[in-house]
């Protein structure tokens, strides 16, 4: 076989395959270091920055090991671009066929047997979209609803999809023929399988089942791994999650009214009570009047719970096949609602490791109780770091100090990894000539409650030596729309909010529209590929610490320092750089990108905590005066 070296060298397999490929030393040390933790059953972390090329890092070494891989991603774009492009490329190049599935969630796919049962029970669809739906579901080879041209809303694709809580599986007229079945046995013989974490981890947390037998590992975009991890291990109770339980029992089961107008009352009480304690994200055990409002729910599960057991072949809407059938819609049926109950009892039962907390969401102000682990990483050491040969754990921001000595310890304490051989990948861009940073003096400081209105003037100034082309980017809505107030009608270039229009469309608004201005939260921290001089300013208002309110960060917090660990220098600083290096990693996609970023958090220059926060970004030039940027915009 090939040398790895000689894949990535200038004339060889991978520079034929692609038009313009130019070899990067850090791309060949990830790729050796990789198939070296393959080869020797080692896991492996590397930092690669924007331009290094870490997927082809990764791919290669993949291909060349003949193992069964998964590898998993954050975002769906990443997955579409690994499916469609960069997986052909490489097996192109190194003459390697492989058998390569890009496997989604259930809920991604067309039911046959829901699409039936709806056509049979109306003669006209409900709505224009439905219609298309029902048009697409007729003629659709593979159910995924990516396929269709535009997004359906929840409420009507949740009548159509492959959801567990409504398969009976076997027992389905349509199983050899489902569009996720024969997905989940394609990805069986699959050589290599692209997932999302939120698949990813949900496999583990129900222990398998959900994806085949694996002997590697790579999770990309590895910064957001502890976060998706704790999301799978998540229980939550809410008027979403009540309504999703009842509505699929009444589509298989002639259910009672009154459990309806029951459920109804108990949940307004219950978000009445939870809305008395102020904030968004609060610890249960600040509201000592929830614990009345959730037994009067647990009292609605038990009777719903009885009723389902003593009623469960009679009240069926349809004639099963088989009382097997009918069985397998109980234990469905009887799961989801038993799976509030155990939602109730681990709020209730205190834990060392877990917490319960409530959540007011953004979109509709309903609120939820969730109930998770605080700390994922002994979960995550006994059933993937231990379990699986070799794990690769990569991103652009994943290295939490600014020197290659320990530069992991925090992803490896989040995530519970004992050993690993690691690498930052040198950048193959030239930070000090293409970016600028300028750090706003040490009186602005972001507490402070004239905050806005000093630093608007900075923004302001900001733009005009840019020429707009920039993002202005906030740590909470509150503080975005307070300065985008101040500035909206004072900016000379075309400006648009967050929120005025879909997050997709106003990507679009901004690539497409000269001097655009983009003021946005925390969304547009990542996964945003904007290449060239459209964004050539990111305006960031504050260090992003995690807030100190938000009860995973206090338990997070707590656990440290009862381990004589300083919660602050733990947690707070790492998490802060691994959230700013995201913002910082919008502004230098390529190596003819020019722009500069602007903190305007005082404090990141009078503080050690600031100090040691700058270290670890890349290395741009740093600024102290806005006017010394007139001659690097019009270089």
Same mark, same amino acid.
């Given at each position: 076989?090939?040398?790895?070296?000689?894949?990535?060298?200038?004339?060889?397999?991978?520079?034929?395959?692609?038009?313009?490929?130019?070899?990067?030393?850090?791309?060949?040390?990830?790729?050796?270091?990789?198939?070296?933790?393959?080869?020797?059953?080692?896991?492996?972390?590397?930092?690669?920055?924007?331009?290094?090329?870490?997927?082809?890092?990764?791919?290669?070494?993949?291909?060349?090991?003949?193992?069964?891989?998964?590898?998993?991603?954050?975002?769906?774009?990443?997955?579409?671009?690994?499916?469609?492009?960069?997986?052909?490329?490489?097996?192109?190049?190194?003459?390697?066929?492989?058998?390569?599935?890009?496997?989604?969630?259930?809920?991604?796919?067309?039911?046959?047997?829901?699409?039936?049962?709806?056509?049979?029970?109306?003669?006209?669809?409900?709505?224009?979209?439905?219609?298309?739906?029902?048009?697409?579901?007729?003629?659709?080879?593979?159910?995924?609803?990516?396929?269709?041209?535009?997004?359906?809303?929840?409420?009507?694709?949740?009548?159509?999809?492959?959801?567990?809580?409504?398969?009976?599986?076997?027992?389905?007229?349509?199983?050899?023929?489902?569009?996720?079945?024969?997905?989940?046995?394609?990805?069986?013989?699959?050589?290599?399988?692209?997932?999302?974490?939120?698949?990813?981890?949900?496999?583990?947390?129900?222990?398998?089942?959900?994806?085949?037998?694996?002997?590697?590992?790579?999770?990309?975009?590895?910064?957001?791994?502890?976060?998706?991890?704790?999301?799978?291990?998540?229980?939550?109770?809410?008027?979403?999650?009540?309504?999703?339980?009842?509505?699929?029992?009444?589509?298989?089961?002639?259910?009672?009214?009154?459990?309806?107008?029951?459920?109804?009352?108990?949940?307004?009480?219950?978000?009445?009570?939870?809305?008395?304690?102020?904030?968004?994200?609060?610890?249960?055990?600040?509201?000592?009047?929830?614990?009345?409002?959730?037994?009067?729910?647990?009292?609605?599960?038990?009777?719903?719970?009885?009723?389902?057991?003593?009623?469960?072949?009679?009240?069926?809407?349809?004639?099963?096949?088989?009382?097997?059938?009918?069985?397998?819609?109980?234990?469905?049926?009887?799961?989801?609602?038993?799976?509030?109950?155990?939602?109730?009892?681990?709020?209730?039962?205190?834990?060392?490791?877990?917490?319960?907390?409530?959540?007011?969401?953004?979109?509709?102000?309903?609120?939820?109780?969730?109930?998770?682990?605080?700390?994922?990483?002994?979960?995550?050491?006994?059933?993937?770091?231990?379990?699986?040969?070799?794990?690769?754990?990569?991103?652009?921001?994943?290295?939490?100090?600014?020197?290659?000595?320990?530069?992991?310890?925090?992803?490896?304490?989040?995530?519970?990894?004992?050993?690993?051989?690691?690498?930052?990948?040198?950048?193959?861009?030239?930070?000090?000539?293409?970016?600028?940073?300028?750090?706003?003096?040490? !009186?602005?400081?972001? /507490? #402070? @409650? *004239?905050?806005?209105?000093? $630093?608007?003037?900075?923004?302001? +100034?900001?733009? &005009?030596?840019?020429?707009?082309?920039?993002?202005?980017?906030?740590?909470?809505?509150?503080?975005?729309?307070?300065?985008?107030?101040?500035?909206?009608?004072?900016?000379?270039?075309?400006?648009?909010?967050?929120?005025?229009?879909?997050?997709?469309?106003?990507? !679009?608004?901004?690539? /497409? #529209? @000269? *001097?655009?201005?983009?003021? $946005?939260?925390?969304?547009?921290? +990542?996964?945003? &590929?904007?290449?060239?001089?459209?964004?050539?300013?990111?305006?960031?208002?504050?260090?992003?610490?995690?807030?100190?309110?938000?009860?995973?960060?206090?338990?997070?917090?707590?656990?440290?320092?009862?381990?004589?660990?300083?919660?602050?220098?733990?947690?707070?600083?790492?998490?802060?750089?691994?959230?700013?290096?995201?913002?910082?990693?919008?502004?230098?996609?390529?190596?003819?990108?020019?722009?500069?970023?602007?903190?305007?958090?005082?404090?990141?220059?009078?503080?050690?905590?600031?100090?040691?926060?700058?270290?670890?970004?890349?290395?741009?030039?740093?600024?102290?005066?806005?006017?010394?940027?007139?001659?690097?915009?019009?270089?």
């Amino acid at each position: 076989m090939t040398a790895i070296d000689e894949v990535f060298a200038p004339g060889g397999p991978i520079e034929q395959a692609l038009s313009g490929f130019e070899a990067r030393p850090g791309q060949l040390q990830m790729a050796q270091l990789i198939e070296r933790g393959f080869l020797e059953g080692m896991h492996t972390i590397v930092e690669a920055g924007t331009g290094v090329g870490k997927s082809l890092a990764y791919l290669v070494p993949a291909l060349r090991s003949g193992k069964k891989i998964v590898i998993s991603t954050g975002t769906i774009a990443l997955q579409e671009q690994l499916y469609h492009k960069d997986i052909p490329l490489v097996t192109r190049a190194l003459g390697i066929p492989a058998r390569v599935t890009l496997l989604k969630g259930r809920n991604h796919y067309l039911c046959k047997q829901k699409l039936e049962n709806m056509r049979a029970d109306r003669l006209l669809a409900p709505s224009r979209t439905m219609q298309q739906i029902w048009e697409w579901g007729a003629r659709t080879q593979t159910g995924d609803r990516a396929e269709l041209p535009f997004l359906p809303s929840g409420d009507e694709w949740e009548q159509l999809d492959a959801d567990a809580d409504d398969c009976v599986g076997e027992y389905c007229e349509h199983f050899r023929e489902c569009f996720f079945f024969k997905k989940r046995d394609e990805a069986k013989f699959a050589d290599m399988v692209i997932v999302n974490h939120a698949l990813f981890f949900l496999d583990l947390a129900m222990g398998g089942g959900l994806l085949p037998p694996y002997d590697f590992v790579v999770l990309d975009e590895a910064h957001q791994c502890e976060r998706w991890a704790t999301a799978a291990l998540t229980a939550t109770l809410s008027r979403g999650t009540i309504g999703r339980m009842l509505r699929k029992l009444h589509r298989s089961y002639m259910v009672p009214a009154h459990f309806d107008a029951e459920f109804e009352r108990g949940l307004r009480g219950f978000e009445s009570v939870l809305a008395r304690v102020p904030g968004d994200r609060y610890p249960l055990h600040a509201n000592e009047e929830a614990w009345p409002a959730l037994e009067s729910l647990r009292e609605s599960l038990f009777k719903l719970e009885n009723w389902l057991y003593a009623n469960w072949h009679e009240a069926l809407k349809r004639k099963p096949a088989n009382d097997a059938e009918a069985e397998r819609r109980r234990d469905l049926a009887m799961r989801a609602i038993l799976a509030h109950e155990a939602t109730i009892e681990r709020a209730q039962a205190p834990s060392d490791t877990a917490i319960a907390w409530v959540e007011r969401g953004d979109a509709d102000g309903s609120y939820q109780l969730n109930s998770a682990p605080y700390d994922v990483s002994e979960y995550l050491r006994g059933m993937l770091f231990e379990r699986t040969q070799s794990v690769v754990l990569t991103s652009a921001t994943i290295a939490d100090n600014g020197s290659r000595e320990e530069a992991f310890e925090f992803l490896k304490r989040s995530l519970g990894v004992a050993d690993a051989q690691e690498l930052i990948a040198p950048s193959p861009f030239d930070y000090p000539s293409q970016a600028r940073l300028y750090v706003a003096p040490p !009186e602005l400081n972001p /507490k #402070t @409650p *004239n905050f806005a209105k000093l $630093a608007a003037p900075l923004i302001e +100034e900001c733009l &005009d030596r840019s020429r707009g082309r920039a993002f202005v980017l906030f740590t909470s809505h509150a503080r975005l729309r307070e300065v985008y107030a101040l500035l909206r009608e004072r900016v000379a270039f075309p400006i648009r909010l967050q929120g005025e229009l879909p997050r997709m469309h106003l990507l !679009e608004w901004f690539r /497409k #529209t @000269p *001097n655009a201005v983009l003021f $946005a939260t925390g969304t547009f921290w +990542e996964g945003i &590929d904007v290449v060239g001089e459209q964004l050539s300013c990111v305006i960031i208002d504050r260090l992003p610490f995690p807030s100190p309110r938000d009860p995973l960060v206090q338990a997070r917090i707590e656990a440290l320092e009862a381990r004589g660990l300083s919660g602050f220098d733990h947690y707070m600083i790492p998490s802060a750089i691994v959230r700013l290096k995201q913002g910082f990693g919008r502004l230098v996609r390529s190596k003819t990108d020019r722009g500069m970023v602007a903190l305007l958090d005082g404090r990141a220059a009078s503080s050690r905590y600031g100090a040691l926060i700058l270290q670890a970004l890349p290395p741009a030039t740093r600024i102290t005066h806005l006017d010394e940027l007139t001659e690097f915009f019009n270089a």
